[in-house]
C-alpha cells in the first residue's frame, strides 16, 4: 500500500512570492491535514480536508489556504511569502474524521525555504 | 484548550539502557493518544497507540499506558538499540470543539542512542 505521497521535496522561494505544495492521501483515506514544522517551535496543526471540505483551521493568516479534489489529493497554498514560512510542512491522512481514534498517517513533507 | 507536554530532552543512552518519555496531557474530553517517531530526514510514523483509559499500546518493544487520573502516557522501552535514535512526539486527537480533527502535539524528545 502507498503511502501519503508530498510534493516536491524541497521548495525554494523569495520573500512576497506564492508556493504550491502538493499531497496525495493514502487510498481509501478521505481527510487530508496539513501541519507546519517550523524549527524549534514543533508540530501545528494548519488545515483539514474531509470530503472537498475545509473542516477546522489553525491559528495561521488567512495567505495559508488549501484545497481538497475530488480524488482527495489536497494543495496547500501559501501567499505573499515571509521568511518565517520557512518550515517542514507535513501532510496527513485518514480514513475516518469522525472518529478520532483514527490515526494519522504522515508523509515525508515539503521543505519550504524561503530567501 | 488542549495541550501536551513532554518532557525535556534531549535524552541520551548507552545501547540497551531503559527508556523512559515522560508525557502528560490536558484535554476537554476524552482524548485518544500517540506516540510518533521522526527519524531524520523523514515524516512522522506512528508508533503506538491507546484509545481508552487503562488501555495499553504496544510496538517494537515500545509500551505506554493511558493513565487517565495522571493525565499521562509515558513511552517505555526496556532496551534501545542505535536505531532507535530519533525524535519522538506524543499526541493527542480530541473530538470535541475546537480541536475536532487535529492532532495536538507535544514538543518533541530527541534521542540518541550509543553503542
Known amino acids: 500500500e502507498a503511502g501519503v505521497t508530498q510534493s516536491p521535496t524541497h521548495l525554494i522561494k523569495t520573500r512576497g512570492q506564492q508556493a504550491t505544495l502538493r499531497c496525495s492521501p493514502i487510498?481509501?483515506?478521505?481527510?487530508v491535514y496539513w501541519y507546519q514544522q517550523a524549527l524549534g517551535l514543533g508540530l501545528q496543526f494548519l488545515l483539514w480536508y474531509d470530503e472537498g471540505e475545509e473542516r477546522n483551521r489553525g491559528n495561521f493568516p488567512p495567505r495559508f489556504s488549501g484545497r481538497q479534489f475530488p480524488n482527495y489529493s489536497s494543495e496547500l497554498n501559501v501567499n505573499a511569502l515571509e521568511l518565517e514560512d520557512s518550515a517542514l510542512y507535513l501532510c496527513?491522512?485518514?480514513?475516518?474524521?469522525?472518529?478520532?481514534?483514527?490515526?494519522?498517517?504522515f508523509g515525508d513533507g515539503t521543505r519550504l525555504s524561503i530567501l | 484548550g488542549d495541550s501536551v507536554t513532554q518532557m525535556e530532552g534531549p535524552v541520551t543512552l548507552s545501547e540497551e539502557a531503559f527508556l523512559t518519555i515522560n508525557c502528560t496531557y490536558t484535554?476537554?474530553?476524552?482524548?485518544?493518544l500517540f506516540w510518533y517517531v521522526q527519524y531524520p530526514g523523514e515524516g512522522l510514523q506512528l508508533l503506538l497507540k491507546a484509545t481508552k483509559a487503562d488501555d495499553k499500546g504496544s510496538n517494537k518493544g515500545f509500551e505506554a499506558t493511558y493513565r487517565k487520573e495522571t493525565t499521562s502516557f509515558h513511552l517505555e522501552k526496556g532496551s534501545v538499540q542505535v536505531s532507535d535514535s530519533a525524535v519522538y512526539f506524543c499526541a493527542l486527537s480530541d473530538a470535541g470543539g475546537t480541536s475536532y480533527g487535529k492532532l495536538t502535539f507535544g514538543q518533541g524528545t530527541i534521542l540518541t542512542v550509543h553503542p
Open positions: 496527513a491522512s485518514s480514513w475516518d474524521s469522525t472518529n478520532s481514534n483514527q490515526p494519522q498517517h
Open positions: 487510498s481509501g483515506h478521505t481527510s
Open positions: 484535554a476537554t474530553g476524552y482524548p485518544s
